[in-house]
């Protein structure tokens, strides 16, 4: 099992600045994808960002320019800063951990876009 634990989450206005962590535990050794995604009140999940272990990255076109996702020096924590964020950000952002062992979900971090 994986457990993935999010924070950074919280209110802010347009335009602002966000920093999202999510650090994996657990079996998370070996190839893996960690990465970030979000649900809107009423919308279905979507991807924001990805990020394998061999660097690859995978954005949005909606977050492209404006996200960043990457690991930190201890590989089992994935940050995602967000800028420029707009009231469309708005949503429950969720850290995905997917392996051949299978694929894990965070509880989520609530970030709150105002005008």
């Known amino acids: 099992q994986v457990q993935l634990v999010e924070s950074g989450g919280g209110l802010v206005q347009a335009g602002g600045s966000l920093r999202l962590s999510c650090t994996a535990s657990?079996?998370?050794?070996?190839?893996?994808?960690m990465g970030w995604y979000r649900q809107a009140p009423g919308k279905q999940r979507e991807l924001v960002a990805t990020?394998?272990?061999?660097?690859?990255?995978n954005y949005a076109d909606s977050v492209k320019g404006r996200f960043t996702i990457s690991r930190a020096d201890a590989k089992n924590v994935v940050l995602l800063q967000m800028n420029s964020l707009k009231l469309e950000d708005t949503a429950v952002y969720y850290c995905?951990?997917?392996?051949?062992?299978?694929?894990?979900w965070g509880r989520g971090t609530e970030v709150t876009v105002s005008a």
């Open positions: 657990g079996f998370i050794s070996g190839s893996n994808n």
């Open positions: 995905n951990f997917a392996s051949y062992r299978g694929t894990f």
């Open positions: 990020l394998s272990s061999g660097g690859l990255t």
